[in-house]
């Protein structure tokens, strides 16, 4: 079992749609996820759990894992989860995980923990 955390300032997602609009949630999420992140705590909400999941993962975003590898959806009780594409899954074997979101005070606090599967 491995977790990761990051926490962001609301306000630093603001500006950044403020200036690139819909350029800028691209850049991090997908079509859908976009559809689901009505707020901007939200928003920020999802770039701290893919900043988190990157962390568990183990190697932070970056040449091995993109933002895109990555795709939160929510629970029909509204409960955050994750899953990666399928080009991802071949490099990162993932058994469960598990994310949790929270905002408050201008921050958005992410944390995710994933157990690997057992490599022989
Ligand atoms: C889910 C709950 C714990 C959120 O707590 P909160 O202090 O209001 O808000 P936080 O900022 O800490 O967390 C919000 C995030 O929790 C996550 N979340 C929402 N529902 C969730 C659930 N059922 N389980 C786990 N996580 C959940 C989401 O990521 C949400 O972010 P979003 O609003 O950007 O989508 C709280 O609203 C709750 O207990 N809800 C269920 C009970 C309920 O609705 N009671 C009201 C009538 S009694």
Redesign the pocket.
Known sequence: MKIGTDIIQIRRIEKLIDRYGDTFKQRYLTKEEIALAR?I??LA?FWAAKEAISKALGCGIGAQLAFHDIVIAKDD????YFKLTKEAQKVFKIKSASI?????GGFAIAIAAIEFKKTV
């Open positions: 707020k705590e939200t909400g009780k509204g409960a955050p949790s979101i929270s905002h408050d």
